[in-house]
Nanobody
Framework: QVQLVESGGGLVQPGGSLRLSCAASGSIFRVNVMGWYRQVSGKQREMVAS???????VLAESVKGRFTISRDNAKNTVYLQMNSLKPDDTAVYYC??????????WGQGTQVTVSS
C-alpha cells in the first residue's frame, strides 16, 4: 500500500523559506504527475504546484516566482522549495497525484505557518 508522508513544515517569519518533502513508500512517482496542495481550515483545498515524471512543472499564479517544485524519482520524493513566504501561505500542505488526487494517498500533511 502506497503512503505519502509530508514533512518540513514549521513556523517561519514573513520573507522566510521552507523546504517541504513528500516521501512515498512506493514507486508511484515514476508514472504519475505529482502535486502539492494546501488547505486552510474551513476553505477548499487548492493546488500549489505539480510536476510530471520528466520534471516539467506548473505553479499556481499565487506562488510563481517564489516556490519551486522538484522530484527525485530514485528517492521517491517530491520537494517544494518555498521562498519569500507570506502570511497567506499559511496552510496545511499535502502531496498527492495530479490533476486528480488519489483518495487513499492523502496523508497527514505538514503545517506551514507564516507569522511574525
Amino acid at each position: 500500500q502506497v503512503q505519502l508522508v509530508e514533512s518540513g513544515g514549521g513556523l517561519v517569519q514573513p520573507g522566510g523559506s521552507l523546504r517541504l518533502s513528500c516521501a512515498a513508500s512506493g514507486s508511484i512517482f515514476r508514472v504519475n504527475v505529482m502535486g502539492w496542495y494546501r488547505q486552510v481550515s474551513g476553505k477548499q483545498r487548492e493546488m500549489v504546484a505539480s510536476i510530471d515524471s520528466g520534471g516539467a512543472a506548473v505553479l499556481a499564479e499565487s506562488v510563481k516566482g517564489r516556490f519551486t517544485i522538484s522530484r527525485d524519482n530514485a528517492k521517491n520524493t517530491v520537494y517544494l522549495q518555498m521562498n519569500s513566504l507570506k502570511p497567506d501561505d499559511t496552510a496545511v500542505y499535502y502531496c498527492n497525484t495530479f490533476p486528480i488526487p488519489t483518495r487513499a494517498y492523502w496523508g497527514q500533511g505538514t503545517q506551514v505557518t507564516v507569522s511574525s
